[in-house]
C-alpha cells in the first residue's frame, strides 16, 4: 500500500464494491442549482462539469486537513479528502523533502531524488452522494525532521480533472501536483486565521465591488505564503454562507406559510428533504471547488486546514432561535443536512466517526471540540459552540468538563508547551451589546437614532431588516449569538475562570481567536496592577478578532456605536477587560475616530518568535477589492508564573535560588514555597515589558505591540466550583442566572 523507511505512514484501503451507477438525469441538480445560486457562484454557473476521464471526475478537492503532531512518534497527522465520481479510491502519492533542497531542479521535477521520501496511499470511502460522488479520505502520518519539510502530492485523477489541473503545478513530465509545508519537529507553526469566508444575500453588484471572482484577500494569502509558508489554516466560522437557501424552489412551501404557527408544525414534504441534501451537497461544491472558486480552493490544496463550524455553516442565526423554531422538522432535516457535510467537508470524518478522527465529542452527538499541537510550543483549542447551542447556552457545562481533562491530561505530557490558542468563532471579548439588546427587546417603535445622536442608516440597523426564518429583527439573532450578550453573561465568565485556573496550574499564556462581527480589532483581560509586567500575569488574555475574509463590513454608525460603548468593564476584582487602541490609521493612511474596531475586510497570520512570543499580525484590506494589505501587530508574551513557569526560563536567565522570595540564611529556598509565590514578587525579578510602537516589518508595515495586566485578588490555589447541572437549575438554560439588580433609589 505504501513504500518508505520507517516511520510510516499510516493509510486506508481495502476493497470496496462499487454501487450501480445512478441513470442519466436530464438536467442535472447541480444544473439547476449552480443556476438558482449565480450570484453565489464565483464564475459562471451555467455549465455542467465536464467528463475529462472515463474513470471519474473530482467535483470538491483535494482538500487538506491537519490532524495533530504525536510528540512520541515525531509524526504529523494530516489527511486529504477528495469528492469524485470514481468508483473506485484514485492512487494517491506523497513526497516528503527537506525545504532546504526543495529548490533543487531534480527533486522539484521529478518528485524524488536522494533526499525524498515517497509515500502510496489508497483512499477510505467515508460517504457517498446520490450513488454518483464518493468521499475519499487519505490519512497519511508523516515523519518530522530537525529541518522543515515540503510535501508534494500527486494524482493521476489531478490531471483528468481540467479545473485542478489548471491550478496544479506541473512536473514537466504531465504529473500535477500540489505542495504543503511541515514544520521542523522541535518548532511551533506559523498559522493563519480567519472567518467569514463567503457573502451574505446581498446584491450582484455589490459582491462585483469588493471582488468576488478575484478573491483579493485569498490572493494576498497565497502571496505571502509564497514568501513565508503557513503551516496551518484556522478557520474560525462561516467557511461558506448557506443563505441563499430561502431561495430554492424547494423551500417554497416554507415561504408561502405566513402563519408562524404553521410553520413551525409543518412536517416536510419529501420534495423539500430531497432538497436540503442536494442543495447543501453542491453549495459545498461551489464554495470549495475549484471549478467555481479556484483561488480558494488553492488555498484548501495547499495550506491544511484546522475548521471549526459557526451558523453560516448551518444557516443564518442557528442555534441562537427559540426552541420551538429549533425542534421544527425544517429545522432538524436542515440541521442533519448540514451537520452531514460539514463534517465530511471540513473534517473528513462523519459525526459517527469524528472522535476516530481526531475530535472530542461534547453532550450532544453533533457536537464535537478539537484540541491539537501547533508545533512543539503552541496548544489549540476549538471550541464547538454550535453542535449543542440553544438560545440559553453555547455549550453544555458537561462539555466544558470533558474538554478541560482533555486539556489538562495533554498539558500533563508535554512540558514545553507556552501558549493555548482558544478559538471560539464569536468573539469572547467584545464590545458590550447592552445597548441593541434593550432596543431590540422593547416595544415596537422604540428609535434608537434617538439615543446614538444619528439618523436615519442606525435607526434601519434596528428596524429595517427582518429575519426571514422567524420574524424577528436580523439583528436580535446576532446579539444572541455573542457570549456578552445577557443569555450567556454567566456561562462566559465560568468559561474564563477556568481558563484562568488553568493558565496559573500550567504557567500557558491563554489567547482568543474570535471572528463572526465582520470587523477587526483586539481586546484584552489584565490586572489593573501588571499593566508593566505582563509576563508574569496569568490573567493577561489577548482577544484577536479577525472578519471577514470575504464579507462586507458592517455600516460605520454600527460601529461607531460599539466604539463608544466600548470602555473597559470590570470582570472580577483587579481583572478588567478593555480593547486596544489598535488602529490609529487606516490602511490608506488616514488618521482614525474609531481606534478600537475597523471594518475594513481582513484575515490574521501568527508565529511564535524565538523569545517565546507569539505575534498577530491583522492583515486588513488596503482598497476594497484589490489585492494588498496593511498589517498592526500584536505581541502576546510567555507566561512565567509560578513552579511551572521555570520551565520556560532559559538557563541563562535568573536561578531558581534567585527567583525565590527573599529568606534570612543564604540557603537555597525551600521548593514547597514555589507554589506561594505571588506573581508580583515573580515579576519584580524579571525584565519589565511595557508597551511599545515598533517599524518591525513582520507581515505589514504598521506595527503595535501591546501591553496588559492582572489580578492577585482572583487568583485561587483551588480551582473553581464545578459547573451547575441542568437539572439542578431554575432558569431555562445549562447555567445559572444572575441575579436581578436591586431597585433603583
Known amino acids: 500500500?505504501?513504500?518508505?523507511?520507517?516511520?510510516?505512514?499510516?493509510?486506508?484501503?481495502?476493497?470496496?464494491?462499487?454501487?450501480?451507477?445512478?441513470?442519466?438525469?436530464?438536467?442535472?441538480?447541480?444544473?439547476?442549482?449552480?443556476?438558482?445560486?449565480?450570484?453565489?457562484?464565483?464564475?459562471?454557473?451555467?455549465?455542467?462539469?465536464?467528463?475529462?476521464?472515463?474513470?471519474?471526475?473530482?467535483?470538491?478537492?483535494?482538500?487538506?486537513?491537519?490532524?495533530?503532531?504525536?510528540?512520541?512518534?515525531?509524526?504529523?497527522?494530516?489527511?486529504?479528502?477528495?469528492?469524485?465520481?470514481?468508483?473506485?479510491?484514485?492512487?494517491?502519492?506523497?513526497?516528503?523533502?527537506?525545504?532546504?533542497?526543495?529548490?533543487?531542479?531534480?527533486?522539484?521535477?521529478?518528485?524524488?531524488?536522494?533526499?525524498?521520501?515517497?509515500?502510496?496511499?489508497?483512499?477510505?470511502?467515508?460517504?457517498?452522494?446520490?450513488?454518483?460522488?464518493?468521499?475519499?479520505?487519505?490519512?497519511?502520518?508523516?515523519?518530522?525532521?530537525?529541518?522543515?519539510?515540503?510535501?508534494?502530492?500527486?494524482?493521476?485523477?489531478?490531471?483528468?480533472?481540467?479545473?485542478?489541473?489548471?491550478?496544479?503545478?506541473?512536473?514537466?513530465?504531465?504529473?500535477?501536483?500540489?505542495?504543503?509545508?511541515?514544520?521542523?519537529?522541535?518548532?511551533?507553526?506559523?498559522?493563519?486565521?480567519?472567518?467569514?469566508?463567503?457573502?451574505?444575500?446581498?446584491?450582484?453588484?455589490?459582491?462585483?465591488?469588493?471582488?468576488?471572482?478575484?478573491?483579493?484577500?485569498?490572493?494576498?494569502?497565497?502571496?505571502?505564503?509564497?514568501?513565508?509558508?503557513?503551516?496551518?489554516?484556522?478557520?474560525?466560522?462561516?467557511?461558506?454562507?448557506?443563505?441563499?437557501?430561502?431561495?430554492?424552489?424547494?423551500?417554497?412551501?416554507?415561504?408561502?406559510?405566513?402563519?408562524?404557527?404553521?410553520?413551525?408544525?409543518?412536517?416536510?414534504?419529501?420534495?423539500?428533504?430531497?432538497?436540503?441534501?442536494?442543495?447543501?451537497?453542491?453549495?459545498?461544491?461551489?464554495?470549495?471547488?475549484?471549478?467555481?472558486?479556484?483561488?480558494?480552493?488553492?488555498?484548501?490544496?495547499?495550506?491544511?486546514?484546522?475548521?471549526?463550524?459557526?451558523?453560516?455553516?448551518?444557516?443564518?442565526?442557528?442555534?441562537?432561535?427559540?426552541?420551538?423554531?429549533?425542534?421544527?422538522?425544517?429545522?432538524?432535516?436542515?440541521?442533519?443536512?448540514?451537520?452531514?457535510?460539514?463534517?465530511?467537508?471540513?473534517?473528513?470524518?462523519?459525526?459517527?466517526?469524528?472522535?476516530?478522527?481526531?475530535?472530542?465529542?461534547?453532550?450532544?452527538?453533533?457536537?464535537?471540540?478539537?484540541?491539537?499541537?501547533?508545533?512543539?510550543?503552541?496548544?489549540?483549542?476549538?471550541?464547538?459552540?454550535?453542535?449543542?447551542?440553544?438560545k440559553f447556552d453555547v455549550c453544555q457545562p458537561q462539555s466544558y468538563d470533558i474538554l478541560f481533562k482533555q486539556l489538562y491530561n495533554r498539558l500533563e505530557h508535554a512540558n514545553t508547551v507556552k501558549h493555548l490558542l482558544v478559538l471560539t468563532g464569536v468573539p469572547l471579548i467584545y464590545p458590550r451589546l447592552t445597548l441593541f439588546e434593550k432596543a431590540m427587546e422593547s416595544a415596537a417603535g422604540f428609535n434608537l437614532a434617538t439615543l446614538a445622536g444619528k439618523t436615519g442608516v442606525v435607526h434601519n440597523i434596528i428596524n429595517g431588516q427582518l429575519n426571514q426564518w422567524n420574524g424577528d429583527p436580523e439583528l436580535l439573532d446576532d446579539m444572541n449569538d455573542h457570549w456578552t450578550a445577557g443569555n450567556h453573561e454567566v456561562e462566559r465568565r465560568r468559561f474564563i475562570k477556568r481558563l484562568q485556573q488553568l493558565a496559573c496550574d500550567k504557567s500557558i499564556r491563554v489567547s482568543f481567536l474570535g471572528g463572526d462581527v465582520h470587523c477587526c480589532g483586539a481586546g484584552r483581560l489584565y490586572s489593573k496592577d501588571m499593566k508593566q509586567r505582563e509576563e508574569g500575569d496569568p490573567f493577561l488574555m489577548v482577544q484577536i478578532i479577525s472578519s471577514a475574509i470575504v464579507n462586507i463590513p458592517p455600516p460605520q454608525a454600527l460601529l461607531t456605536i460599539l466604539n463608544q460603548n466600548s470602555s473597559y468593564v470590570t470582570f472580577d476584582g483587579n481583572v478588567e477587560e478593555k480593547m486596544y487602541n489598535l488602529f490609529k490609521r487606516s490602511p490608506n493612511g488616514n488618521t482614525r475616530q474609531n481606534k478600537k474596531l475597523m471594518g475594513m475586510r481582513n484575515y490574521c497570520a501568527g508565529y511564535m518568535d524565538a523569545q517565546g512570543k507569539i505575534n498577530f499580525w491583522i492583515q486588513a484590506e488596503k482598497e476594497v477589492g484589490k489585492k494588498g494589505t496593511m498589517g498592526y501587530h500584536i505581541q502576546v508574551p510567555r507566561l512565567i508564573f509560578g513552579r511551572d513557569g521555570l520551565k520556560h526560563v532559559q538557563p541563562s536567565l535568573p536561578t531558581r535560588n534567585a527567583m525565590g522570595p527573599p529568606t534570612s540564611s543564604s540557603s537555597a529556598p525551600n521548593p514547597a514555597h514555589l507554589s506561594h509565590y505571588t506573581h508580583q514578587q515573580q515579576h519584580q525579578q524579571h525584565v519589565q515589558h511595557g508597551s511599545r510602537l515598533s517599524a518591525d516589518h513582520g507581515y505589514g508595515s504598521s506595527t503595535i505591540s501591546v501591553a496588559s495586566t492582572l489580578s492577585t485578588d482572583s487568583l485561587s490555589a483551588s480551582p473553581p466550583p464545578p459547573l451547575p447541572s441542568r437539572t439542578a437549575m431554575a432558569g431555562p438554560g445549562g447555567f445559572v442566572r444572575p441575579p436581578p439588580p436591586p431597585p433603583r433609589p
Request: net charge negative; charged share 20%.
Open 1 to 390: 500500500m505504501y513504500s518508505s523507511s520507517s516511520p510510516q505512514p499510516s493509510g486506508y484501503g481495502g476493497p470496496y464494491a462499487p454501487a450501480p451507477s445512478a441513470p442519466p438525469r436530464e438536467p442535472s441538480y447541480g444544473d439547476q442549482l449552480r443556476h438558482n445560486l449565480r450570484q453565489l457562484s464565483l464564475h459562471d454557473a451555467g455549465a455542467r462539469f465536464q467528463r475529462t476521464s472515463s474513470s471519474g471526475d473530482i467535483v470538491a478537492g483535494p482538500l487538506l486537513r491537519f490532524v495533530d503532531i504525536n510528540a512520541e512518534r515525531r509524526t504529523y497527522l494530516g489527511s486529504i479528502l477528495i469528492v469524485s465520481s470514481h468508483r473506485h479510491p484514485p492512487d494517491l502519492e506523497v513526497t516528503l523533502r527537506p525545504a532546504s533542497v526543495a529548490s533543487t531542479p531534480a527533486i522539484t521535477r521529478q518528485h524524488h531524488g536522494i533526499h525524498a521520501s515517497t509515500f502510496r496511499l489508497r483512499g477510505e470511502p467515508l460517504d457517498k452522494f446520490r450513488q454518483q460522488y464518493t468521499f475519499w479520505r487519505y490519512r497519511f502520518e508523516l515523519p518530522l525532521t530537525h529541518e522543515p519539510q515540503i510535501a508534494s502530492y500527486t494524482s493521476d485523477a489531478f490531471r483528468a480533472s481540467q479545473d485542478v489541473a489548471a491550478k496544479a503545478q506541473d512536473n514537466g513530465g504531465g504529473n500535477c501536483f500540489f505542495e504543503f509545508h511541515l514544520p521542523a519537529q522541535h518548532d511551533s507553526m506559523r498559522f493563519m486565521f480567519y472567518s467569514c469566508n463567503g457573502f451574505s444575500d446581498i446584491p450582484q453588484e455589490v459582491k462585483d465591488k469588493f471582488g468576488q471572482k478575484e478573491a483579493p484577500l485569498w490572493q494576498d494569502v497565497l502571496d505571502r505564503h509564497q514568501v513565508m509558508p503557513f503551516h496551518v489554516l484556522l478557520g474560525g466560522g462561516d467557511q461558506l454562507y448557506q443563505d441563499r437557501l430561502l431561495h430554492e424552489d424547494f423551500m417554497k412551501p416554507w415561504r408561502d406559510e405566513k402563519d408562524p404557527k404553521k410553520r413551525v408544525a409543518m412536517h416536510l414534504p419529501s420534495s423539500m428533504r430531497e432538497g436540503f441534501e442536494h442543495f447543501y451537497f453542491w453549495n459545498y461544491v461551489i464554495n470549495f471547488g475549484f471549478k467555481d472558486n479556484p483561488v480558494v480552493a488553492l488555498a484548501f490544496a495547499t495550506i491544511p486546514s484546522v475548521n471549526m463550524w459557526d451558523d453560516h455553516d448551518i444557516i443564518d442565526g442557528y442555534g441562537s432561535y427559540p426552541a420551538d423554531m429549533q425542534n421544527a422538522d425544517c429545522f432538524q432535516v436542515l440541521f442533519a443536512n448540514a451537520s452531514r457535510f460539514y463534517y465530511l467537508y471540513q473534517h473528513h470524518t462523519t459525526m459517527e466517526r469524528a472522535t476516530e478522527h481526531g475530535m472530542i465529542r461534547g453532550v450532544a452527538p453533533s457536537c464535537h471540540h478539537i484540541i491539537n499541537n501547533l508545533g512543539r510550543d503552541i496548544v489549540l483549542l476549538s471550541l464547538d459552540a454550535r453542535g449543542e447551542r440553544t
